[in-house]
């Protein structure tokens, strides 16, 4: 089986990320895993397994309509058994280049807003399987008319050898000037709208009026940094908050942290939520897209509503008081991880969806209704 993976995102976010993850698997699997990327993203520099080849294309946008025309050109050279189309990034004119080649297409489904009737009209029929990250995601896609004979759940996954509790807590402290017994709470999250950054600083006045001297350290970038560092120096919160910034070398960070808040106001599943929980970190984030299926109230960290800064202040508080609590949470966290989402879990489920795409679909690519 020969698959081409299509993703054409800029950075190397949770998604591009676990399409790494699933390459390196699927290399390991019969058959010959192809990437095909922008060129100078990210992605293109992470796959370092020989195993995988990776196409890098020019792409100018979502209006770049000589894409298709490329990326057939690409189809018709590598001949490949079938399409698995990774992000929403130039979706129409990909699914278009693959349905003119008549090649079987799997697309994956991240987010859980709910799809753009275009998409439910136009693209998604194109599709002999898409795959949902989360459980969360499946249901807005059947609530919106999806077959359910189309959709497949296949969650997320997170390198448990790398992410692991452990790491330099005393030096990551140290490299950012802080003392060595400082309490430090993490965002680790794109800075845009949906995550939720102004819930945590609504909640965060009572939280510091009993535990003046944590940090919160805000790991990301995004279009709302700006607005964000506004909202720290209007609220009088320079003296804890920190903008970290995007780093490559969260694996290392993450177990430096005592716990993470994640407020967003939607979610697919959220990858920084399993790289937290794989690394024995609790975690207080809201109930929202597929974030219940990490967060297990009570057992690993705890929901709130979306935008509940009041919720928010009193698990904050509740896990900032009892420092055992944290480190039972974490412990429960990292099971849940080594559990359900391993890498081999997401690598064995696609590679049965394109099982599954081949054996039963219409011989033009399309699903069989």
């Known amino acids: 089986m020969k698959t081409i993976h299509i993703d054409l995102g800029r950075h190397l976010y949770g998604g591009g990320r676990q399409v ?3 390459l390196e698997g699927l290399a390991a699997l019969p058959g010959e895993p192809v990437l095909v990327c922008r060129e100078g993203s990210e ?18 946008g979502d209006l770049d309509l000589a894409w298709t025309g490329r990326l057939r050109r690409l189809i018709r050279e590598e001949k490949p058994d079938l399409l698995h189309v990774h992000s929403r990034i130039g979706g129409f004119l990909t699914a278009l280049a693959g349905t003119l080649e008549h090649i079987p297409m799997v697309h994956s489904r991240r987010v859980d ?7 439910l009209k136009f693209r998604f029929p194109l599709f002999r399987r898409i795959v949902t990250i989360s459980e969360g995601i499946r249901q807005v896609m059947l609530a919106h ?6 959709l497949v759940c296949v969650p997320s996954a997170v390198d448990t050898g790398r992410y692991r509790p ?13 003392a060595e017994d400082c309490v430090l709470v993490g965002v680790v999250a794109q800075m845009i709208p949906r995550k939720g950054h102004e819930v945590l600083f609504d909640a965060l006045p009572a939280v510091l009026a009993r535990h003046p001297a944590i940090r919160v350290l805000l790991f990301g970038k995004g279009p709302l940094e700006p607005e964000l ?16 910034g995007y780093r490559t070398d969260m694996h290392r960070v993450i177990p430096c942290l005592d716990l993470v808040a994640h407020p967003a106001w939607m979610e697919g599943l959220g990858v920084a ?3 937290t929980a794989a690394c024995g970190v609790p975690l207080v984030a809201a109930r929202a897209g597929g974030m219940p299926e990490i967060v297990h109230p009570g057992v690993n960290g705890y929901l709130i509503e979306p935008g509940d800064s009041h919720a928010l202040t009193g698990y904050l508080l509740d896990l900032l008081d009892h420092p055992e609590r944290r480190r039972e949470f974490g412990e429960a966290g990292r099971r849940l991880v080594l559990e359900r989402f391993s890498v081999e879990r997401m690598v064995a489920g ?12 219409g011989s033009d690519g399309s699903i069989r209704r």
């Open 273 to 275: 939520l399993l790289e």
């Open 20 to 22: 790494v993850h699933l």
């Open 229 to 244: 560092r506004r909202m720290v120096r209007t609220r009088g919160l320079e003296g804890n908050v920190m903008f970290a």
């Open 166 to 178: 452990g790491g330099g807590r005393g030096a990551f402290r140290c490299e950012l000037g802080l």
């Open 145 to 150: 008319g999806v077959p359910a004979a189309q």
């Open 113 to 119: 807003n709910p799809p753009h009737w275009i998409d």
């Open 43 to 60: 992605l293109s520099r992470a796959v370092r397994n020989p195993a995988v080849r990776v196409r890098a294309l020019p792409f100018r």
């Open 350 to 361: 696609n590679y049965a969806v394109y099982r599954e795409a081949l054996d039963q679909g």
